[in-house]
Every structure is written in C-alpha cells, then in structure tokens.
C-alpha cells in the first residue's frame, strides 16, 4: 500500500475519495486488533439517571433528505473575511455596534490510524466525534450593525485551531481539566486522562472557551477594544474584537492565585453600580467543594475574595446577583462512585448523578459583610440558567429560573439523543420563582445561635438540643428553632408556569423587579426535538406570551438589545438571533422588535451558523472602524507548550 501522508488522508476522506486507499476489514475475521475503534457518538448513550432503563436499541438517525435541525449539528465553515450581507427590512436607526455569538465549530476530527489488515500494516481515516452539543471546538461569529445606513457585515473564526491538531495528534481529546466535558468519550486511557489533568490544572491552554462571549468590563476599561470568551474551566480566552485575533489565554488563578480551582462559572455577572465583575471558582474534593466568590474591578485589577461557600460537588452552569447578596443554588447532581470518575476527567454526565430524593440548597452571601450568611433548601431541581433575582423592601430575595424536575435534558442534548429521529420530545422548562424570606432576619438567626452556642460544653449542647429549649447561660434565652440547631429553613415556589431555555431579559433590570424575559422554546404543533420558536414572556402571567416562528426554522438565544437612551417601557428594544432555516440549508440573522416579535429585518449568512446552546452579547458603539483582517495564520497560542 503506497504511503499517503496525514493531510493527504483528511482532504481524501473530505473528499470521498478515500474508500480508494483503505481496505475494508472483513467479517470474519474475529480479531480485536481489526476491530475500528468505537465512536464516540455511537458510544454516548448511557441512561440519564440510575431510574432510567438503558435501551439497546441502535440508533435511528436523521438522513439528508429530512427537513430537520440535524445538519445544523455539523462542521462549521468560518468566514474569515468580513462579508457585507444583503438586509431585507429597516434596523433601527439606533441600532449600531457589535454583535457576537458563539456557535460549535467542529464536532468532528478526522485523523490517520494504522491498523493490521491481515498481517499488513495500513492507514485508515477514523473520526473523533465530540458527544454532546455542549463539547466542540466553538466558532465566534461577529456581526457589525449599523442602523443609521441599514448595513450589516459578518464574518467569523475559529480561536482554538490548535485544539483540533492536538486530537488528530492524539487520536483523541485529552482535557486539560477534570470533568470539562458534558460527555463525551475522550477516546484516551484513564491513566492518560490523569496525567494531562493533573499536571496542566491551572494552565488550560487547549480547552476551548464556548460557553458564553462577552464584552466585559473592567477587562476593556483601558481602552482596548477586546472581547471575552468563557468556559466550564477556570480561564477566559481575549480576542481582539477588530479582528478577532487571539490575545491570550489567561486562568482565573493567574490574575490572582486566591481564585483557586479547575472550573468556573461560564456566566460572570457585571454591576453596574460597584463596576464590579463578579464570578466564583471550583475547588473541587472528591464530595465538596469550595466554591470561591470573587470580584474584579478597574482600581483592584486582580480582583479579591468576596467569600467561599463549601457545599456538596455538582455542576453549577450560573449564578443569581441582586444589590446586596450573591446566591448559589447547588442542585443534588453529585459526583457517584465515591467521585473517582470526577477526578479523573471523565464526562460531566458519566461523573455525576442527579439524587431526586436530596435537596437543592440556596446559599446566600452578604456583598457587604463578605461572608456567608444564611442557607435555604427547597425539593430537588435541575437548572442550567438563572432568569433573574432582585429583593423587595420586606427583606425577601425572589430567584427565578428556567427549571426541569430532573437533568434529563441534560442527557438530550447528547449528540447521540439528538441525532436519534426516534429521540422523545424534549424536555420543556418551566419559568419557577422562588422566595426567600426574611434573609436578615435568618442570618440573625443563625449568628444568634453560632454565639450562644461557641461557649458552652458539648455536653450542655447536647441537653439543650434533647429539650428543644435555651441553651447557653446568662442572657437572652435562645430557643433551637424545631428539631435540631441546623434546621435549613425552606424557600417557597411562589409561581410556576411554562417557560423558555436559555432566558434574556433588558440587562438594564438585571437585579432588579422587572416583567418580561425573552427565550427560545417549543411550538405546541411542533416535533418537539429541537427549540424551535422564539417567546416572549411576562414574568408575573399577567400577560399571554408571545411567539415568533417560521416553519422549519430553529433559532439559537434569542438576545435582548435595549436602546442607548433609556426607555420607561422595559420591553422597548429589539431582540437578535441567527436562526436555522432547514428548508433552505442556510442560516440568516434576524431583528425582532421586542415588544411584539415582529419582524424589523433579517440577513442571510454565508455559511450555516451551528445552532448553539451558549450566551452572546451586544455592544453598543462606534462601528467606524469596521471588521479588520486577521493578522494571525492561527489565532491560537502559539507559544503554549506542546504537551
């Protein structure tokens, strides 16, 4: 068999052409070494909980002659030069600055294998898949709107192209942190998975930052024009926002090694008020977690410890800020067996299962005292986003969220589930608001207790919690509130009602009472197996949603946009998505004003945008400068050591 090198073999099987080179392995020949390695994709259905039978049924996928989503789960091609798009419709004229999104990039690698085909050496092209729609190598879409002139350009890249060659160079993809993908088979050894997570804790060069972009003040305060990626992982990636080259890759412990752990937030909040940029790391144990509460600002540029919260291990994708608390809702999706797998890099799904008959627990921190002050529970839960929180007069805290009964929909979205045509419906969110009430007063509470309590003798705290009366000596009695001292008083569901995936409202009224949020969700005479209308929804119900949709057409987050002079009306603005049209196998961008969800204008993309399940961002600005050029063959960083 003639030799045909690694790039050779890529363009031939892009080609089709490949089946030429290779020779096929025959069926009876009974040996393991012949086998084709297993793929990824076929290898990611596991049952979604320990409840849930396991089916062994093979697969029914999708096939191109379906008007469906399924090819808008495919390899991106990116548009590396800016693009003037043809707008069908009038922006507002206010309209003007830059749009981003992040989308998958590529779900697939191919690269070389040499196997033995009786007794000879040859060279197949295999492929890595990434398993779920949350793992791939993302691709930034950046969109220039000028409303004054009703243009818009586009173009788009990929920022980790290193990440790719290294699983073709490993047949495979070796996370740098434990548990950084959703689920997917890394097609690599336990023993090697350990080894590239504990020697690059810290310094993840190769993970790729799609979860959420954003324009991020203080990190731009200087002047530069620069936009922010984030991930599960401790780190965020800057890219030039004029021509989106690579500035750097920098963990959360490098701007202060307080802000210790392999994973973060992918959803930083900003205040306006403070200039504060508030997130949180993890400091994960094989059962707890520290979970490290920090701000950034102009003046402390390395930013400073707000508090830590430990709690049980679990994947927490966002976080709830109002003016005076921070609050951390930690769903019982814990690590199992002993959370080994955890450790050891396997797939957040593999590694955590969800505990129905534990509690969700609400953690609340004092911005100002910086600490930890009180603690609520409420029945289990699953969520991936917090709508909103804000606080009333009467010292209650209201968190709303988009929130499922259980992570099944976590296990949908798998690509195997998915690309499954017999697949259930998804999972439909609900839009939940629950109170905390009277959080002063229970922090009160608890700081009474801990002082009455830090003087006496075990044995005394031991009669007075048998009694269920006063304990200490001297002063105020302090009764133990019911059975026991800990007792975790619970929140209360106030209002359930059916509700949208991935929920933006006017960022204006972000922590603050407010009545409308805006999400992608499910047309009652749909198929149900991808989001497929965009709603609008009145946070109190006291009005009738609205919906936009188009037949065959699958739009990602749908982002709120308000105009720069405030408006009195909260939902005055316009509402931004690139949408999927599978009848037409193109993707186009599309203004809706906000308040009704009709159309304003819309653009066709060059190339089909990936549907994505990540959070984007509008940023209001002079657009004079245009979209510039890349100056980089590869806007990854090249001066990473090549482990």
Not at 254 to 259: A, R
Not at 315 to 336: D, E, G, M, Q
Request: glycine share 6%; hydrophobic share 35%; with cysteine.
């Amino acid at each position: 068999m003639e030799e045909v090198s690694e790039i050779e073999v890529i363009k031939m099987e892009d080609a089709s052409k490949v089946a030429s080179t290779t020779i096929p392995i025959e069926a009876e020949e009974d040996n393991t070494e012949h086998a084709p390695e297993t793929h990824a994709l076929e290898s990611a259905v596991l049952p979604a909980n320990p409840d849930t039978p396991e089916t062994t049924a093979a697969p029914t996928h999708f096939n191109d002659v379906e008007v469906t989503f399924h090819k808008a789960l495919k390899n991106a091609v990116s548009t590396e030069i800016p693009r003037d798009l043809e707008v069908t419709g009038t922006l507002p004229e206010w309209l003007t600055g830059f749009h981003y999104t992040l989308s998958p990039g590529i779900f697939e690698v191919k690269y070389p294998k040499m196997v033995s085909v009786h007794g000879e050496l040859q060279q197949e092209t295999r492929t890595f898949s990434f398993g779920h729609w949350f793992d791939n190598i993302p691709q930034v879409n950046q969109f220039s709107f000028s409303g004054s002139n009703n243009t818009l350009k586009y173009r788009s890249t990929k920022p980790a192209h290193r990440a790719e060659g290294k699983i073709r160079e490993n047949q495979g993809y070796l996370p740098n942190q434990p548990s950084s993908t959703f689920r997917t088979d890394t097609n690599q050894s336990v023993f090697a998975r350990f080894l590239s997570t504990s020697h690059s804790e810290g310094r993840p060069s190769l993970e790729p930052c799609g979860a959420s972009i954003e324009v991020l003040p203080p990190f731009n305060a200087d002047g530069r024009r620069t936009v922010y990626c984030q991930n599960y992982a401790n780190q965020i990636l800057e890219l030039n926002s004029d021509n989106l080259d690579k500035g750097g890759i920098l963990a959360w412990d490098e701007v202060n090694p307080q802000f210790k752990g392999s994973q973060a937030s992918p959803h930083s909040h900003y205040d306006p008020v403070t200039k504060e940029l508030i997130n949180f790391t993890m400091e994960n144990g094989y059962q707890s977690t520290q979970y490290h509460f920090f701000s950034i600002t102009e003046k402390e540029p390395h930013g400073s410890m707000i508090a830590t919260v430990s709690a049980k291990t679990s994947h927490v994708h966002s976080f709830a800020v109002t003016p005076r608390y921070i609050i951390l809702v930690v769903s019982p999706l814990n690590p199992s067996d002993g959370g080994m797998k955890y450790s050891w890099g396997a797939s957040v799904l593999d590694a955590l299962s969800f505990k129905r008959s534990e509690s969700t627990y609400f953690y609340v921190i004092s911005r100002v005292k910086r600490r930890h002050i009180a603690t609520f529970k409420s029945e289990a839960f699953f969520f991936f986003h917090h709508v909103n929180a804000f606080e009333d007069a009467a010292d209650n805290v209201y968190l709303d969220f988009s929130l499922y009964n259980d992570d099944t929909i976590a296990h949908q979205l798998s690509m195997s589930a998915l690309l499954d045509r017999t697949s259930p419906s998804l999972t439909k969110p609900e839009f939940c608001r629950f109170e905390l009430a009277n959080v002063q007063a229970e922090a009160q509470r608890v700081e009474n207790y801990h002082a009455a309590t830090s003087n006496i003798s075990p044995v005394d705290k031991l009669r007075g919690l048998m009694r269920r009366v006063s304990v200490g000596h001297g002063g105020p009695s302090y009764v133990v509130p019911e059975k026991n001292s800990n007792a975790i008083p619970p929140v209360t569901r106030i209002r359930s009602a059916p509700g949208v995936e991935m929920p933006r409202i006017n960022p204006i009224y972000h922590g603050l009472d407010y009545k409308f949020t805006w999400g992608v969700g499910l047309r009652e005479d749909g198929d149900g197996d991808m989001w497929d209308c965009i709603t609008k929804l009145s946070v109190k119900g006291d009005v009738q949603p609205i919906v936009w949709s188009q037949k065959d057409c699958y739009p990602s987050e749908a982002i709120f946009v308000p105009p720069p002079v405030f408006d009195q009306n909260e939902d005055a603005g316009v509402v931004i998505s690139v949408v999927y049209n599978a009848a037409a196998h193109q993707s186009f961008i599309i203004v809706l004003d906000a308040m009704d969800l009709t159309e304003k204008a819309r653009a066709v993309l060059p190339e089909v945008v990936p549907l994505s399940f990540t959070n984007g961002c509008f940023a209001l600005g002079d657009v004079s400068r245009g979209m510039q050029e890349s100056t980089l063959a590869f806007s990854d960083d090249e001066a990473e050591d090549d482990d």
